[in-house]
């Protein structure tokens, strides 16, 4: 399994770019090797005012895929290995373009390919803007929608955070949908699955033996025994009874107002939200600049940054690179716990 991790910038207007020069400032222990238009980085590093020196990607090169020995830096500070996938039009920091759309889903799919390969040990994926993808004819939902097509799977998606009490997981059972649709969405099969998922790979890739879930209720108070909805009686219960027959530690169904508090947090290793508004708003606000988005159930490693495309703040240098340095850094932690549990 490579040990090199490949990084797609996103939508090419947006802050992705300065957030791949940026990270190339430092020395790495990792390979990263960014999977975009070579003179688009160029560009944005001159405007930056940062050094940057490219370095095409060859696969095929033993050298270029090792793993650096221990405690010494993989690549040096102003260093960048590149595979360069072409953009259709120039680049404009802040203004979108449409005939880009096809260009970012390009770098999705050599990064996927990749994974899937073996070429790479995960991807990292900096921010996208999904409008101007559709602007361009083609449907696209988001990361998670994509990838689970891309890779034939069911994945979930989990973010997570560093706070002062301690890691905050928060999963979601539906993802990118209107919250009209999240009830129908909400089926037994589609929340038995998730919870699956979750727990599964918290076990493989975060080492928790038995992990303790807490699950939210879909309505105000966790439906107020029926007077408020009925989801939590007709689907959550009967799924989380189930599932705790098989061993699982599940409490919950819990109203969502009271969950996110120390006294069910400090007995919790992740929270299962119902749907994105429920449980994000509570991670990002607790962690937001260094949460990370990771895609449970996934054939291939994936984590991502926790923001949006930041147009406005494109070339400008004012911003945080913080969420894409962790995201890299628990993609490093995740390719060495796979390497360990294969090698076992």
Do not use: W
């Amino acid at each position: 399994m490579s040990t090199c991790i490949a990084l797609t910038p996103g939508e090419p207007a947006g802050i992705g770019p300065d957030l791949t020069v940026m990270l190339a400032q430092s020395s790495r222990q990792s390979r990263i090797v960014a999977i975009a238009d070579r003179e688009m980085l160029q560009e944005r590093a001159e405007l930056l005012k940062l050094p940057l020196r490219i370095h095409d990607f060859q696969p095929d090169n033993p050298q270029h895929c090792q793993a650096a020995p221990s405690g010494e830096a993989m690549d040096l500070p102003g260093e960048l290995f590149v595979q360069h996938v072409p953009v259709h039009n120039k680049v404009r920091c802040g203004q979108l373009d449409a005939s880009n759309g096809p260009y970012v889903l390009a770098t999705l799919n050599a990064a996927v390919d990749g994974c899937l390969s073996g070429q790479y040990g995960a991807m990292v994926t900096a921010p996208l803007h999904k409008g101007i993808i559709n602007d361009a004819g083609i449907a696209f939902t988001g990361h998670t929608e994509y990838l689970a097509e891309r890779t034939h799977s069911e994945p979930v998606m989990m973010l997570t955070a560093q706070t002062a009490d301690g890691p905050l997981r928060v999963a979601l059972a539906t993802t990118h949908l209107p919250l009209s649709a999240v009830p129908a969405a909400l089926t037994a099969q589609v929340l038995r699955r998730a919870l699956q998922i979750l727990h599964k790979d918290l076990i493989e890739q975060f080492g928790l033996a038995q992990p303790r879930i807490l699950v939210a209720g879909l309505n105000p108070h966790a439906g107020e025994s029926g007077h408020m909805g009925r989801e939590e009686i007709d689907v959550i219960e009967p799924v989380l009874a189930e599932l705790r027959a098989s061993g699982m530690d599940l409490t919950g169904p819990l109203p969502a107002d009271t969950l996110f508090t120390p006294q069910h947090l400090q007995h919790a290793d992740a929270v299962m939200a119902m749907f994105h508004d429920q449980g994000l708003p509570v991670l990002k606000y607790a962690g937001f600049g260094k949460a990370i988005n990771i895609t449970l159930g996934l054939p291939i490693i994936r984590t991502s940054v926790d923001h949006g495309t930041a147009l406005d703040k494109a070339g400008s240098g004012n911003i945080n690179s913080g969420s894409l340095g962790a995201a890299i850094a628990l993609a490093t932690q995740l390719v060495a716990s796979r390497q360990a549990t294969n090698n076992s």
